[in-house]
């Protein structure tokens, strides 16, 4: 078993909460779309959450759980039709997103802009080749890690005195 120090500790539990508020942060993305489309199975909320995020779609691993857990807080309904469950905002969840549709569509603002700098600094070629060495089984050296890891904290030092100014 892997064990922490306090340091890493205290970066996992950031973690948690980061996670903690993101799962937040999908279900009201979720009723959004919901609210947006009106009705819809869940293919085509994932759809239209993809199509609203630009770089992520939701798995169903994902999508599905946190749809049942809205359905059980009473906030959507759905109803069976040809094969495929249909989903619906109850007046309860319509009035939830209606009370949170100007912080939800501040946060899909600040969410296109930031996957705008990903795209432009090229964060995300950088994930896909990671990812692609993964699937291949090929092992990034240490030394190249290290490496990486200091460019990293370069641009996060230049990002932060952004926030000096």
Known sequence: ??????????????????????KGIFRDIALYALYRLEEAHGYAIRSFISELLGVYTPSSGILYPTLRELEREG?????????????ALTPKGRKYVESRIEYIEKLLGKVE??????LDIGLLNLLNTIRDLWESDVD?????????KQRVEDVRNILLTLKKK
């Open 1 to 22: 078993m892997l064990k922490l120090g306090k340091s890493e500790r205290s970066k996992s539990m950031g973690l948690e909460l980061s996670i903690k508020g993101i």
């Open 75 to 87: 906030l959507i309904t759905s109803k069976s039709g040809n094969r495929r469950k249909i989903y």
């Open 140 to 148: 990034i050296p240490p030394g190249i890690i290290v490496e990486i």
């Open 113 to 118: 802009k930031a996957v705008k700098i990903l």
